[in-house]
């Protein structure tokens, strides 16, 4: 067994302990497709790229879950816990496709990289839509990577069979929360005052990010650990609340993050038109003038650095990153509220507990 993960400031060593379950996952896994041949490598790399030295956020809250629920350190943990990076690298590469983006993580994403890889060969036919249908097959192989880590972490089975319900039901709920998103950028706001924004934004937050982010993993983690279901009410408060300010945390970068830290080039959520919290109280406060602006700019795929700035102004001058900033703060108080009620429970583990109460700070920290 690797180095024990004790404390949040041991998150590089779980990080590193995830990182080896999922390069022995693809590597045991890219065996079945020996039989193709060599081939199959973009489709691999397409996957292999993505996994390799992401925050691991997700294995984390399952990792310490299971912990909290008084279960053991051991590798078979870790690579249960990778499986949720699998997940994730499932709804990166099918969320880049029907965003059109660019960059993830700093690098080409996958469908473009592939494109380039087309170019280069002169192949025939479509660049980007071959670029887009490796990409999407790559997301549906970490789909099956991840059920395949899940059965043979090595966990034993009446522990996993706990937690299969709501692995199963997680993965179901992001596809609805993925279309969530779609539907919402289609039919847009027109018509809606700033509460039903507000609402419709908050619900995309919760099915399309906060779930599979923080509360799912999580209350896996604890489920095959063996916490009784009574008790899960806490856990969930605490992810479902963290998960949101999480998720707000990222929009407000998406805008105005260094995109050395962020991964992804300045304003690229601007570009995308997304509906976000942040969008819906700029547009509630603003002046005809103010409004003008964000509308004529907001989606535009061609959106320059200047209009970016543009509609930054607009965001700061009418205290929708103010707003924001206040309700982040306002979820992550509520987070750490539901680590107290459940150490009042009796039902896991104080050192646990101790390590998701510091893990609020991380997880809603101003990264830019």
Do not use: N
């Amino acid at each position: 067994m690797e180095d024990p993960v004790q404390t949040p400031t041991d998150l590089d060593v779980l990080r590193r302990r995830v990182q080896q379950a999922i390069d022995g996952q693809i590597a045991g896994a890219t065996q079945s497709l020996a039989a193709i041949g060599e081939e199959t490598a973009p489709l691999v790399s397409a996957v292999s790229g993505l996994l390799t030295g992401g925050k691991g956020l997700r294995a984390g809250f399952l990792y310490w879950g299971y912990r909290a629920a008084g279960g053991a350190d051991s590798d078979a943990l870790v690579r249960l816990a990778a499986s949720m990076e699998f997940f994730q690298g499932a709804a990166l590469l099918h969320d880049d496709v029907m965003d059109r983006s660019d960059i993830r993580r700093g690098m080409p994403s996958a469908h473009r990289a592939v494109a380039s890889l087309h170019q280069q060969r002169g192949w025939a036919g479509d660049a980007d839509r071959f670029g887009e249908g490796t990409a999407i097959l790559a997301g549906d192989l970490c789909l099956t990577w991840c059920d395949e880590l899940y059965a043979t972490c090595g966990l034993p089975g009446e522990e996993l069979a706990r937690g299969r319900q709501l692995f199963d039901s997680m993965r179901t709920q992001l596809m609805g929360g993925q279309f969530l998103d779609l539907l919402e950028s289609a039919r847009g706001w027109h018509g809606l005052g700033l509460e039903a924004r507000i609402a419709s934004a908050r619900k995309v937050i919760r099915f399309k990010s906060a779930k599979y982010t923080i509360e799912h993993p999580l209350l896996i983690g604890a489920l095959v650990g063996g916490a009784p279901d009574g008790s899960l009410a806490p856990l969930s408060d605490y992810g479902l609340a963290l998960g949101e300010a999480f998720q707000l945390r990222d929009d407000l970068l998406g805008v105005f993050g260094d995109p050395e830290a962020t991964g992804k080039p300045a304003g690229d959520d601007l570009r995308e038109g997304k509906r976000t919290v942040l969008v819906a109280h700029a547009l509630d406060a603003a002046s005809d003038a103010q409004r003008e602006v964000v509308e004529s700019l907001l989606g535009r795929d061609d959106l320059e650095l200047g209009g970016v700035e543009s509609i930054r102004q607009v965001l700061v001058d009418t205290g929708a990153v103010e707003r924001v900033e206040s309700l982040i703060t306002v979820l992550a108080d509520e987070s750490v509220r539901a680590v107290d009620r459940a150490r009042a429970t009796g039902s896991y583990d104080a050192s646990a507990l101790d390590v998701l109460e510091a893990l609020v700070a991380v997880s809603t920290a101003r990264r830019s």
